[in-house]
């Protein structure tokens, strides 16, 4: 389907290389990495927990939380989004039905990790996977229920961290040979680990780029360079946003005033012109234009 969400990705992917993906914490982030020049986003699923919950990244979330974060998020943007769908959120019936429902809510893509139903964070210790053939299983699930041939379904593998670079790679080229079109190489540690990786595995492949984890901050350049498609900040916005709301709140309790953050502070004028407000605003005079009573 050329207009599908799914299409403007793999559109994206070919025309940015890498393409870098911007995680959106919600609809007006979204609008935000939009205007920044961002041709993709993502939807987090340690973001979905942690800031639409008030959760840790435990596979806590359902399916439904998820796919009410997205639906508010693709109807903000046209940008096309690749969402976190975790383990599937389910057995095979579930899991096609994440990917027919996810398709319904906007987004792009999915990607389903190898990781047992009570995952961890990909960059904490003491994961636990499933089976080549229980991951394989839920891949064919997923790539059956694709009502867009484009809808991009991405395979996750957290194998690098108990079954190292083999292992990685053994149960990538059979999940591709399962349906995956894409695979999104969890916890990396080395420029070496990519281009190890992508020298074997032939589909577009994901470097997480995430703060604070097992993954050093490698930059576009130096991933290009080791044969990586996608780049993925997932929650870097939202760290940033939430250390400026730390300060804001201890702030306003300790000196009784904002004065001083201010400058930490996005102006009422610049939100209303990324919302587009003063455009709602002539809207709205127009169609209720002050009527002199007789
Ligand atoms: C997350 O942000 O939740 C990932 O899995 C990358």
Redesign the pocket.
């Known amino acids: 389907n050329r207009s599908s969400p799914g299409h403007r990705f793999r559109e994206a992917l070919q025309q940015e290389k890498p393409l870098q993906i911007a995680?959106a914490i919600n609809a007006y982030s979204a609008i935000l990495a939009q205007s920044a020049g961002f041709r993709a986003l993502?939807v987090?699923?340690?973001?979905v927990?942690n800031a639409s919950f008030g959760l840790p990244?435990l596979g806590i979330t359902t399916q439904g939380d998820v796919l009410e974060d997205v639906r508010r998020i693709s109807s903000a943007t046209e940008l096309p989004l690749l969402v976190?769908a975790?383990t599937g959120f389910g057995s095979a019936f579930n899991i096609a039905r994440t990917v027919r429902e996810m398709i319904r809510a906007g987004a792009a893509g999915i990607?389903i990790?190898d990781q047992v139903a009570a995952k961890r964070?990909?960059h904490r210790p003491n994961k636990a996977i499933v089976s080549t053939a229980e991951m394989a299983d839920r891949i064919k699930a997923a790539a059956d229920a694709k009502s867009d041939a484009d809808f991009v379904l991405m395979a996750?593998t957290d194998a690098l961290a108990s079954e190292g670079m083999e292992g990685a790679v053994a149960r990538s080229l059979v999940y591709v040979e399962a349906g995956a079109d894409m695979i999104?190489l969890?916890a990396a540690v080395s420029l070496n680990d990519y281009a190890d990786f992508t020298s074997q595995v032939s589909v577009p492949v994901l470097a997480?780029i995430?703060e604070f984890g097992r993954t050093p901050l490698f930059t576009l350049e130096e991933l290009a360079g080791v044969g990586v498609s996608m780049v993925?900040y997932?929650?870097s916005a939202f760290r940033a946003m939430n250390a400026a709301a730390l300060k804001v709140y201890t702030t306003l309790r300790s000196q009784g005033t904002q004065a001083s953050v201010l400058s930490d502070m996005q102006t009422r004028e610049e939100l209303y012109r990324y919302l587009g407000y003063y455009e709602y605003e002539r809207k709205l005079d127009a169609l209720f234009a002050q009527v002199d009573e007789p």
Do not use: V
């Open positions: 995680g993502y987090s699923g340690a973001g927990a990244d976190d975790d990607h990790e964070c990909g996750r999104f969890e997480n995430t993925l997932p929650l």
